[in-house]
Nanobody
Framework: QVQLVDSGGRLVQAGDSLRLSCAAS????????VGWFRQAPGKEREFVAG????????YYGDSVKGRFTISRDNAKNTVYLQMNSLKPEDTAVYYC?????????????????WGQGTQVTVSS
């Protein structure tokens, strides 16, 4: 029904900035909330950020508050994650996810659609 493609991950240095994109296709005329998650080897999948369908409500994990910003452009069917002041502990595969609804939950099990993941590596 909905396909997600996330992109933008690459190797950067500590303190640098990076913007990830999540492009949606298919049945995108419904109301969808979107979240970003990340997973490092041997660790649980972690909620990073979420945004409501309107874009007026945003949510962040404690480890990224003040550094990351999530936004969306519904006309382009795209959600962005702007990452500033990157740290080595931000290194992970980042995934975008979506579900029918107005607000983004923190539990990944509640999401219906997932991107393939994009690797972010922060060197020191």
């Amino acid at each position: 029904q909905v396909q997600l493609v996330d992109s933008g991950g690459r190797l950067v240095q500590a303190g640098d900035s990076l913007r990830l994109s999540c492009a949606a296709s298919g049945r995108t005329n419904s109301r969808y909330a979107v979240g970003w998650f990340r997973q490092a080897p041997g660790k649980e999948r972690e909620f990073v950020a979420g945004i409501s369908w309107t874009g007026s409500n945003t949510y962040y994990g404690d480890s990224v508050k003040g550094r990351f910003t999530i936004s969306r452009d519904n006309a382009k069917n795209t959600v962005y994650l702007q990452m500033n002041s990157l740290k080595p502990e931000d290194t992970a595969v980042y995934y975008c996810a979506a579900l029918s609804g107005l607000l983004p939950p923190q539990d990944p099990r509640e999401y219906e659609y997932w991107g393939q993941g994009t690797q972010v590596t922060v060197s020191s």
